[in-house]
T-cell receptor, first 111, second 113 residues
Framework: QQQVKQSPQSLIVQKGGISIINCAYENTAFDYFPWYQQFPGKGPALLIA?????SEKKEGRFTISFNKSAKQFSLHIMDSQPGDSATYFCAAVPSGSRLTFGEGTQLTVNP | DTAVSQTPKYLVTQMGNDKSIKCEQN?????MYWYKQDSKKFLKIMFS???????INETVPNRFSPKSPDKAHLNLHINSLELGDSAVYFCASSHFGGYNEQFFGPGTRLTVL
């Protein structure tokens, strides 16, 4: 049973465009939502994270939007660059316990 | 100055063999993890140790046995390897608690022939 559903599975965006990856969850005990970025041949690395007491968090070109009532959150990458091409994982943590990852989205940014 | 290191990076072996993967972290973390990433990139936690004590043991065949000799090391031994064990195995570490950032190693690509 997948507790965090992520879409799309793959995404192709032109350079300069906006990349949007969506995640949805059911478990209301989730209270921390990180995103991890994984480049080919490397391990995942934390990109940005949000707690449900705020609706948005921005770090540079990366923004998390959080909708608590809909139990959805999304990653927006503004001015997408070829160097952003990677696999992105949303994740959720219930009450400080274990991390549960979404299925991953393979992002390709064309030059 | 590698934070989380794994050896070997690649492992190619025959079905039925036994193999081990080693992991070391120099970040001073007290919690370490093993994840399996399948061909579809799905990341699934297998085990977690806190201060050398097993705290997460997911539904993993008992052919997989983790061992943590100390807080900085976590090894994974796999007996009687099967074709379905082919995957990339990642070690990670963090301070205790799910709110803390996990730092991943570079992965070990295991291929079972």
């Amino acid at each position: 049973q997948q507790q965090v559903k992520q879409s799309p599975q793959s995404l192709i965006v032109q350079k300069g465009g906006i990349s949007i990856i969506n995640c949805a969850y059911e478990n209301t005990a989730f209270d921390y939502f990180p995103w991890y970025q994984q480049f080919p041949g490397k391990g995942p690395a934390l990109l940005i994270a949000i707690r449900p007491d705020v609706s948005e968090k921005k770090e540079g070109r990366f923004t998390i939007s959080f909708n608590k009532s809909a139990k959805q959150f999304s990653l927006h990458i503004m001015d997408s660059q070829p160097g952003d091409s990677a696999t992105y994982f949303c994740a959720a943590v219930p009450s400080g316990s274990r991390l549960t990852f979404g299925e991953g989205t393979q992002l390709t940014v064309n030059p | 100055d590698t934070a989380v290191s794994q050896t070997p990076k690649y492992l190619v072996t025959q079905m039925g063999n036994d193999k081990s993967i080693k992991c070391e972290q120099n970040l001073g973390h007290d919690t370490m993890y093993w994840y399996k990433q399948d061909s579809k990139k799905f990341l699934k936690i297998m085990f977690s140790y806190n201060n050398k004590e097993l705290i997460i043991n997911e539904t993993v065949p008992n052919r997989f046995s983790p061992k943590s000799p100390d807080k900085a090391h976590l090894n994974l031994h796999i007996n009687s390897l099967e074709l379905g064990d082919s995957a990339v195995y990642f070690c990670a570490s963090s301070h205790f608690g799910g709110y803390n950032e996990q730092f991943f190693g570079p992965g070990t690509r295991l291929t079972v022939l």
